[in-house]
């Protein structure tokens, strides 16, 4: 994961451990080689800049240059600020609702259907958990036997109506079904396009609006680097959504979206997916993100 940037990470940082007197001259060739890593990964130029100027700033008030080992210090601030960046403190899901009712948006191909198997199975593992997975997406067929494929997968009950055109109504339907049959988190799976589009948005507001999820996520492939940022802005803008699911992060991503994704939106990356089976699921933790890119 993010092996091209832990490794340039680990060259630029290198700089700095090997030299025996360490000047400002060092520091600031270090944090222009860490903002170059940043870029590769396709880290937004703005933000790569932010992050090198405040490990800069927090590098000289902490006198850096005076300290015993100022080499791990910097490593130690580069570490810090991504942790930071990436959202400090992992973010959990608010489950108080009964039904808790979770929405997943995101486009076509992102990886929706199968997050959603994932947290279903993730969920009935905790003993008190028992999901109800919801097919809403009325345009493709295959979208909605997908899903049912899954749930037997996992052994979760899906919810679908054939011929219903009306995702709004399916949505409420499956609660009122959730309530009646003694499910308590009600997982509801929408229809994703190829780009953002005014039909989609009008469509998953409504169901938004309809069934007020305690938590609406935002699932995006990592592997689309700048687009999942802007994507995720698009729907930020009209759902105001409550976290990022980054998918395909086993893939041979470069890590901007991870990196970025927070500070544009200011919305956590929850979990992300690490595979096409049901088991690669991982809750997000930053600390964790950031200690594996800096090895
Ligand atoms: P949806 O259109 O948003 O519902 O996307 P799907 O759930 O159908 O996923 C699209 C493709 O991505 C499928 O082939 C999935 O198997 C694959 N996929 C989803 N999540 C991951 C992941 O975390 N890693 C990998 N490698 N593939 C994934």
Same mark, same amino acid.
């Given at each position: ?44 130029? @703005? ?35 991504? &942790? ?44 008190? @958990? ?34 219903? @055109? ?11 079904? $959730? ?5 308590? *988190? ?8 190829? $780009? ?19 938590? &609406?996520?935002? *699932? ?10 802007? &994507? $995720? ?23 901007? $979206? ?38």
């Amino acid at each position: 994961m993010f092996d091209n940037l832990s490794d340039k990470l680990d060259k630029a940082l290198h700089l700095l451990k090997g030299h025996g007197k360490i000047t400002e001259v060092n520091v600031a060739d270090t944090l222009k080689e860490v903002r170059r890593a940043l870029l590769d990964a396709d880290v937004n130029f @703005k933000i790569a800049k932010e992050f090198t100027n405040t490990v800069k700033e927090k590098a000289l008030g902490q006198d850096v240059l005076t300290t015993l080992q100022p080499g791990q210090l910097m490593v130690k601030l580069v570490k810090d600020e991504l &942790t930071e960046l990436m959202g400090g403190d992992a973010a959990g899901i608010n489950l108080s609702g009964n039904p808790s009712v979770i929405l997943m948006s995101g486009l076509q191909g992102s990886g929706k259907t199968t997050f959603s198997g994932k947290l279903a199975n993730f969920l009935k593992t905790k003993k008190t @958990k028992k999901p109800l997975l919801v097919a809403c997406d009325i345009y493709r067929p295959a979208a909605i036997n997908q899903l049912h494929v899954v749930g037997e997968q996992i052994g979760v009950e899906v919810y679908s109506e054939e011929g219903n @055109k009306n995702p709004v109504e399916i949505a409420q339907n499956a609660i009122k079904h $959730a309530k009646a049959n003694g499910f308590n *988190v009600v997982i509801v799976d929408t229809a994703g396009r190829l $780009a953002v589009d005014e039909q989609m948005m009008t469509e998953i507001a409504n169901v938004h609006k309809a069934i007020q999820p305690q938590e &609406t996520l935002f *699932v995006v492939d990592a592997m689309t680097g700048q687009d999942a940022v802007n &994507t $995720a802005k698009a729907f930020n803008d009209r759902l105001n959504f409550d976290g990022v699911i980054l998918t395909k992060l086993d893939g041979d991503t470069r890590g901007g $979206a991870a990196i970025s994704i927070k500070s544009v939106v200011n919305k956590p990356i929850k979990f992300i997916g690490t595979g096409e089976k049901m088991e690669a699921i991982d809750v997000f933790y930053p600390n964790r993100m950031a200690d594996r890119i800096l090895g």
